[in-house]
C-alpha cells in the first residue's frame, strides 16, 4: 500500500460542531509500523483537567485516562471499529526527578507561620496498558516533524466549552477573558508528568507543565492517540 504517512483519516465519531450533534473524528497518521498506524486526532477535541482531584497523580492513575479508555473509547468507536484498535504498552518514565510541595509548620509562641519545600515524591509513573492514550513528551517531539507544529486547532464543540467554563461566575474578569480562552484553545496535554508530582505537561507553542487540576478557567485541550490495524477500513480526507 502506498505510504499515508501525514496524510489525514477518519475514523469513529465524537462531538465536533456542538454537544447535540456527532461527526467523523479526523485523525493524522504519525507513523506506520509493520501491520499497524498511530493516529493523533487532527484537531482538539474536547478540554478538561488532567485529573479531578488536586493531589498528585501520574498518567496511570488520572482521570483523563480513564475518560478515555472508558467513556471515550465506549462512545466514539462502533465495536467493529473497537476491534481494530489495539492495546499498548505506553512507557511513563519522568523526563526529572519529580518533587511535591509540602507544608512545614513553623509557627512560633508569637507567630503563626507555614513554609512550603519540595521534597522528592515517592509516586512513581509505571508503564500502561492503553488502548486510548495521549502523546508522551518524547513522541510529541519525535513526531513534530510529521504534526508541522504543535499548536493544535480546536473543534467548534472544544471552544465552546472552553468559552463556556471560562464565562461561569467567578472564573475570569471580562477583561482577561478573550485574551485567556485564545490562551489555551490550542494547547494540549501530554502524558508525562511535569517537575513537581500534581503537574502534567502540555503542547502549545512549545512544551510546559500545568496543574492537574485547578480552576475551570484553565481547562486544556485533548487529543486522544491510537494504535489501530493497518487493514482498518477508513476513509481518506482529500
Known amino acids: ?16 460542531r456542538n454537544a447535540d450533534d456527532r461527526d467523523d473524528i479526523s485523525w493524522i497518521v504519525l507513523q506506520e509500523d509493520n501491520e499497524k498506524l498511530l493516529l493523533l486526532s487532527k484537531y482538539v477535541i474536547d478540554v478538561m483537567s488532567f485529573h479531578d482531584i488536586d493531589e498528585e497523580t501520574t498518567w496511570e492513575r488520572c482521570s483523563l485516562r480513564r475518560w478515555l479508555n472508558w467513556d471515550f473509547y465506549d462512545t ?33 509562641d508569637r507567630y503563626r507561620m507555614w513554609r512550603n519545600i519540595r521534597i522528592p515524591t515517592t509516586l512513581k509513573s509505571l508503564d500502561t496498558l492503553d488502548k486510548v492514550f495521549l502523546l508522551s513528551v518524547d513522541e510529541a ?16 464543540y472544544a471552544m465552546q466549552k ?46 510546559s507543565s500545568w496543574p492537574v487540576c485547578s480552576d475551570k478557567s484553565v481547562l486544556l485541550g485533548i487529543r486522544p492517540a491510537i494504535w489501530i490495524k493497518s487493514d482498518t477500513a477508513f476513509d481518506l480526507m482529500e
Not at 505510504?3 to 475514523?11: D, R
Not at 468507536?77 to 481494530?84: G, I, N, P, V, Y
Not at 517531539?141 to 507544529?149: A, R
Open 76 to 108: 466514539a468507536f462502533s465495536e467493529a471499529e473497537q476491534a481494530s484498535i489495539l492495546q499498548v504498552r505506553n512507557s511513563n518514565h519522568d523526563i526529572f526527578e519529580v518533587k511535591k510541595v509540602v507544608a512545614i509548620d513553623m509557627s512560633t
Open 141 to 156: 517531539k519525535q513526531y513534530k516533524t510529521v504534526l508541522g507544529q504543535l499548536l493544535a486547532e480546536p473543534t467548534p
Open 162 to 207: 472552553c468559552y463556556s467554563a471560562q464565562r461561569e461566575p467567578g472564573a475570569l474578569p471580562d477583561s482577561e477573558f478573550h485574551k485567556a480562552a485564545i490562551d489555551y484553545f490550542e494547547k494540549w496535554w501530554l502524558r508525562t508528568r511535569g517537575r513537581l508530582s500534581d503537574s502534567a505537561y502540555y503542547a502549545g507553542m512549545g512544551m
Open 1 to 16: 500500500m502506498d505510504t499515508i504517512l501525514g496524510k489525514c483519516v477518519l475514523f469513529g465519531t465524537y462531538k465536533t
